[in-house]
């Protein structure tokens, strides 16, 4: 089949092309990596939102029970004896 000169060529071919198909392909198109860099973004947008949801009602609260007992403290402060 084939002699002398031409072997060596022939087994290089071979070679570089089993090796070829060695290669692992990638598994996601470069399409579905922004849909999942867009979905992660949402779903992290999303966690934040309801973190300062969150934080704001706590605050809210707390301002409103302060704000209650210094009108007490005025309230008994200023009451006629």
Known sequence: MFQGKHLPIFLLFVAITGASFAIPTQDQSAKQDMKNAGHSTKEAAK?????????????????????????????DKTKPN
């Open 47 to 75: 966690d934040a939102a309801r973190a300062v949801k969150k934080t704001t009602k706590k605050v809210t609260h707390k301002v409103a029970q302060e704000t209650k007992k210094g009108a007490q403290k005025v309230e």
